[in-house]
Every structure is written in C-alpha cells, then in structure tokens.
T-cell receptor, first 113, second 113 residues
Framework: DSGVTQTPKHLITATGQRVTLRCSPRSGDLSVYWYQQSLDQGLQFLIQYYNGEERAKGNILERFSAQQFPDLHSELNLSSLELGDSALYFC????????????FGEGSRLTVL | GENVEQHPSTLSVQEGDSAVIKCTYSDSASNYFPWYKQELGKGPQLIIDIRSNVGEKKDQRIAVTLNKTAKHFSLHITETQPEDSAVYFCAAFSVTGANNLFFGTGTRLTVIP
C-alpha cells in the first residue's frame, strides 16, 4: 500500500459527460501528480500541483482540469468525454516535487461508452 | 524536454534466469532514475532507484546501473521468479524547467515456470 488513495476505482459513463476523480496523497506529501495510462500504453504526465499551486503541465487536454485543495487532496475533472478518454488515471504524490520519488495510487479506471 | 527510451518492449525468460531491461535518456540534467513495477490492475510500485552520483545500486535480486556519460541505465533481475512477471517502467527525473518525471514505454516481463 503506497498510502495514496484514489476514488472511484471504476467509473463507467457516456460520451459528452463529465466526471471527477479524487486523490488523497500520502500523509506529509505536498505534491500531487496526475498521469493517464491508455490500454497497453505508458504513463502520460498530465499535471502537477505543489501545495495548492499548479507547478507543471504536460499533455493535458483543455477539456481536463485539476486542482489541489488546502487539505492537499486533488481532483481531476474530465469533461465532454470522448471514447478515447477511456483509460486508467493515476495519481501520485511526493514530499516536495523536487526529488522525483513518486508514490502511485491504484488508479481510477474510466470507461466511456 | 526529457525523452526516455526503453527496450525491449517484451521479454520472456525461464524461471531462474536473469532479465535485463535498458533505458536511455536525453537530458544530461536528469539526476534521479527510478524503476517501477506494475502488476495487472495495480498502480506502479517503486522497486529501486538510483541517483546520478552513484553508478550501481543493488537490493537483493534486483540491481540498477547508471552510465551518465552514455546516458543509459539498466535494471537487472537475477534468479527470476514467476511473481516477477509484470510491466516494468524506467523513468528519469529532469530538473530542466519544471521538475518532472519522464517515463519509458514499459517492458512486459514474463517469467516462464
């Protein structure tokens, strides 16, 4: 158990809908990362937050947004969903975001029908 | 930005044999190189890491080597067991621009009993 909690574990929805994925980092970790993993693909970096502020942005679509709240949990919002958005979405956390030691949650599997 | 290449994409070995996975990176400023193991339906788990001031690190049956000059690093698993079967990802932490962890495309290791 990495200490990173993600909910929901599974989510099935229809095209055009909006969903929110939630992540609670390890206790003491200030930085949260979001990654997307499509079927048999690698891990694509979406976005990073540090202590509530956006720190880095990767290949995140404009239809997607995220935020980190004062209690350090983070939410990833996916809107106007398309079939191609079906994927595993992972959250990872690290103490500071400056060292690279990331601890991953178990992921949220999103299926868009 | 950083680009991490990983080979091979699939690897099958007999139980008890060794397995080697190789990665190259492009950003000479990268200074931290973790390896993750991802079992089916689970999140990536950090199994070993190495920093740029170290050439080799070993933890029981797994070891990682780093050649900074050539910008490549490798994962070595000895005396493989069926439970080693998983997808392995290498990564490089780049401090150029926003600190970020860049992943290779993964190696699916199958250990044949």
């Amino acid at each position: 158990d990495s200490g990173v909690t993600q909910t929901p574990k599974h989510l099935i929805t229809a095209t055009g809908q909006r969903v929110t994925l939630r992540c609670s980092p390890r206790s003491g970790d200030l930085s949260v990362y979001w990654y997307q993993q499509s079927l048999d693909q690698g891990l694509q970096f979406l976005i990073q937050y540090y202590n509530g502020e956006e720190r880095a942005k990767g290949n995140i679509l404009e239809r997607f947004s995220a935020q980190q709240f004062p209690d350090l949990h983070s939410e990833l919002n996916l809107s106007s969903l398309e079939l191609g958005d079906s994927a595993l979405y992972f959250c990872a956390s690290s103490v500071s975001g400056d060292t690279g030691e990331l601890f991953f949650g178990e992921g949220s599997r999103l299926t868009v029908l | 930005g950083e680009n991490v290449e990983q080979h091979p994409s699939t690897l099958s070995v007999q139980e008890g044999d060794s397995a080697v996975i190789k990665c190259t990176y492009s950003d000479s400023a990268s200074n931290y190189f973790p390896w993750y193991k991802q079992e089916l339906g689970k999140g990536p788990q950090l199994i070993i890491d190495i920093r740029s001031n170290v050439g080799e690190k070993k933890d029981q049956r797994i070891a990682v080597t780093l050649n900074k000059t050539a910008k490549h690093f490798s994962l070595h698993i000895t005396e493989t067991q069926p439970e080693d079967s998983a997808v392995y990802f290498c990564a490089a932490f780049s401090v150029t621009g926003a600190n970020n962890l860049f992943f290779g495309t993964g190696t699916r290791l199958t250990v044949i009993p």
